[in-house]
């Protein structure tokens, strides 16, 4: 018996009958010999920190635009907390851990730069739309491991492909097919909402865009009056709903979940569309507007030949446009817009 094995089948003596066991996974879309000491899906789980995606995500937005303070999230250590959190309850919950970190570490690899104001201006020029889930899902299934994908199971898949439906979609209670097929998929996208909800408000006082006192006073009497007390409430009624349930699907109690709701709704009020807050967001729109004309005027310069080749221009200009970091984005552009000054002056002749 391999290490695999006996760690496949600790997990079927541990795990709850509703979890996803690593050893029954649906598989993947290329068949491969498993590792001999990692499970399926902690064998994903580190293929996907090992991409180059993966590390972009430290210099993407989470709300704030290039953000010069240290203390502001980044796109990364939203994920990291996502992944906390998300882990946490799966723990409580007897439910495969490895499999809900693989899909929260994996739900935002295709996130554009400049946060949501970028994914809401590559939406208006990709023909079609855009969506930062698709192009996660994209980003493991054929752009990373030069371009021959990670091949990851199926149960991760779906867990990212379905982890956000924007702002109307429901954290809890989505109708089956809405919903990741995994209870631990369900649980990295409520682990999603209660991560950036709390971490956005914290941010944006940080910031000084909104102040504690602003957020709707029913939810913080539900929830807590810091974000620390407000993630392990939502995070106990998470773990004590589903349990009551009996693990058939990720549940909130109604009070609690709409308190979370009403949090987030303030937040895109106040925050995320608020045009004060995202003043400086519109330049998001010039920056990727001018690199989206550029780059198709001259497609060999910059776009991937593979690409190109077998699914044209508009689909490797999304690739090159979503994949950037913010300060990518802001490089290319000066060094594309801005003309450089003819003369440096030096040292020498500031001394004259
Ligand atoms: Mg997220």
């Given at each position: 018996m391999?290490?695999?094995?006996q ?8 795990l709850?009958p509703?979890a ?8 993947r879309?290329?068949?491969e010999t498993?590792?001999p000491?990692?499970p ?6 580190d ?6 995606a993966?590390?972009?995500l430290k210099?993407?937005?989470?709300v ?6 240290d203390?502001?999230r980044?796109?990364?250590t939203?994920?990291?907390e ?6 946490t309850?799966?723990?409580?919950l007897?439910?495969n851990?490895e499999?809900?970190?693989a899909?929260a ?6 996130h554009?730069p400049?946060?949501?104001a970028?994914?809401r ?6 023909p ?5 889930y698709?192009?996660s899902?994209?980003i493991?299934d054929?752009?990373e ?11 991760v898949?779906d867990?990212?492909?379905r982890h956000?439906?924007?702002k ?11 919903r990741a097929?995994?209870v631990e998929?369900?649980?990295?996208r409520?682990a ?6 709390n971490?956005?408000?914290?941010d944006?006082?940080r ?7 602003s957020l709707?006073?029913?939810a913080v009497a539900?929830l ?8 392990g ?8 709903q589903?349990?009551?349930g ?5 549940r909130?109690?109604?009070?609690v ?7 987030r709704?303030?937040?895109f009020?106040a ?9 400086e967001?519109?330049k998001?729109h010039?920056i990727?507007g001018?690199?989206?004309e550029?780059v ?19 689909r490797a200009a999304?690739?090159?446009?979503a ?8 490089n ?5 817009y801005?003309p450089?000054?003819?003369?440096t002056v ?7």
């Amino acid at each position: 018996m391999t290490i695999r094995e006996q760690l496949e089948a600790r997990e079927r003596q541990t795990l709850a009958p509703q979890a996803a066991r690593s050893g029954d996974t649906r598989g993947r879309v290329r068949p491969e010999t498993e590792d001999p000491v990692r499970p399926a899906f902690q064998r994903d789980r580190d293929r996907i920190i090992h991409t180059k995606a993966f590390r972009r995500l430290k210099h993407k937005t989470q709300v704030f635009f290039s953000p010069q303070g240290d203390h502001y999230r980044t796109r990364l250590t939203h994920t990291l907390e996502v992944s906390q959190i998300a882990r946490t309850i799966a723990k409580v919950l007897r439910l495969n851990e490895e499999l809900t970190e693989a899909i929260a570490l994996g739900h935002d690899l295709g996130h554009t730069p400049f946060g949501h104001a970028g994914e809401r201006v590559l939406s208006s020029l990709v023909p079609g739309g855009f969506n930062h889930y698709e192009q996660s899902l994209r980003i493991v299934d054929v752009l990373e491991h030069d371009h021959e994908g990670l091949n990851l199971t199926w149960e991760v898949r779906d867990g990212i492909a379905r982890h956000s439906k924007g702002k109307n979609g429901l954290p809890v209670g989505a109708s089956p097919e809405q919903r990741a097929s995994t209870v631990e998929g369900q649980i990295a996208r409520v682990a999603d909402i209660v991560a950036y909800v709390n971490h956005d408000i914290d941010d944006a006082i940080r910031a000084g865009v909104i102040q504690e006192s602003s957020l709707p006073q029913d939810a913080v009497a539900v929830l807590g009056g810091n974000p620390s007390e407000r993630i392990g409430r939502l995070v106990t009624d998470v773990v004590e709903q589903t349990l009551t349930g009996d693990l058939s699907e990720v549940r909130m109690s109604g009070d609690v979940l709409e308190a979370m709701l009403a949090l987030r709704s303030f937040m895109f009020e106040a925050v995320y569309e608020n045009p004060v807050a995202t003043a400086e967001f519109s330049k998001a729109h010039g920056i990727l507007g001018g690199l989206w004309e550029k780059v198709r005027a001259t497609p060999e310069r910059f776009l991937d030949p593979r690409t190109l080749a077998t699914e044209g221009l508009d689909r490797a200009a999304q690739d090159f446009l979503a994949g950037m970091t913010d300060r990518y984005a802001v490089n290319l552009f000066e060094q594309l817009y801005i003309p450089k000054p003819w003369v440096t002056v030096s040292d020498d002749d500031r001394m004259l």
